[in-house]
């Protein structure tokens, strides 16, 4: 698949080269507004979306597009989404500040002093949004593969650049991302996004559960962007019985999910913890044969969506 990032210096007119791009090459054009837009579709406009999170959803945007279409992505930070693809080119524009003031005079009909301050405030706000969703202010130019100054060559001299490169390195025959890739993808940045509780709204049945430990909340968001039906700890199992027959120790596994009959216990890193609740599976297990439960550690969480068929897994390369 292909994906051309776009993005430059406030007043350095990249938008235009993007368009530029995508109108030659036939892809579609992703821009800054049309990102929000498809966001708030899928995870709905009064969702709260914290910066941080904002990289792992973008991402999950432009997998779900590159199935079906090759891409031009103008939008701040888009050198960062790219690198998760594995046809990609990563463009700069910049350009020295009179050009740029010249550029917003024209483009908005200011006089100089008035660019100039619009070209403050834009600056100010591109590096504020940076740092809020990037933890940086500004990009370095090793993120980028293209970095091309607007000083004297003019946004058609720069797309003829960018469309030389891209055809040389032969992105476009790379063909669309494949479902398998997509899907891990997916995975990778939704289970990001389930660490700030993000869902679809209206493709979840996430319920207002107590949970033990953050981790199960991470869990059940994810089993939710998967539409996979789930109980919390829905039953107790005596394990233990006294010399009188009284119950001396159960075990309430974390998960129960009844489309696959299955028991999902999550666990931590600390062994003596895990030690802990090995005897109890063990002992689970030998008093109830028929019961169906799995142990799983974190990394794990993949390998349980891969094994029951949830996504395709990746052919080996």
């Not at 590096?127 to 060559?153: C, H, I, M």
């Not at 030690?275 to 599976?281: A, E, I, L, Q, S």
Request: with cysteine; proline share 5%.
């Amino acid at each position: 698949m292909a994906l051309i990032a776009v993005s430059g210096h406030p007043g350095c007119r990249f938008e235009e080269v993007a368009r530029l791009i995508a109108h030659d090459l036939g892809f579609e054009l992703l821009t800054q507004a049309r990102t929000r837009a498809l966001a708030a579709e899928e995870f709905g406009t009064a969702a709260s979306l914290p910066d941080r999170a904002y990289s792992s959803l973008v991402t999950a945007i432009l997998a779900r597009l590159a199935t079906e279409d090759h891409l031009v992505y103008c939008a701040m930070g888009g050198e960062v989404q790219a690198r998760h693809f594995p046809g990609m080119l990563r463009i700069h524009v910049a350009a020295p500040e009179g050009v740029r003031i010249g550029n917003l005079m024209l483009d908005h009909r200011l006089d100089r002093a008035a660019a100039r301050q619009m070209l403050l405030d834009l600056e100010a706000a591109d590096r504020a949004e940076r740092r809020a969703k990037f933890g940086k202010t500004r990009p370095t130019a090793d993120l980028f593969d293209l970095v091309v100054n607007a000083e004297s060559l003019s946004s058609e001299q720069i797309a003829e650049l960018a469309i030389t490169a891209a055809r040389s390195m032969g992105l476009a025959e790379r063909g669309l991302l494949s479902p398998a890739a997509e899907a891990q993808l997916q995975f990778q940045m939704r289970f990001k996004l389930a660490r700030y509780g993000i869902a679809p709204p209206g493709k979840v049945t996430l319920r207002k559960t107590v949970f033990a430990h953050q981790s199960e909340k991470m869990f059940a968001t994810l089993l939710d962007f998967y539409r996979i039906a789930w109980e919390y700890e829905p039953r107790s199992f005596p394990i233990q019985y006294g010399p009188d027959g009284g119950v001396l120790e159960a075990f309430t596994p974390d998960f129960y999910l009844p489309e696959f009959d299955l028991y999902v216990e999550l666990t931590t890193m600390k062994q003596s913890l895990v030690t802990k609740k090995n005897r109890k599976v063990r002992l689970l297990r030998q008093l109830y044969p028929h019961i169906n439960i799995q142990v799983f550690y974190q990394k794990d969480f993949e390998n349980l969506i891969f094994k029951y068929g949830l996504a395709e897994r990746p052919a080996p390369v």
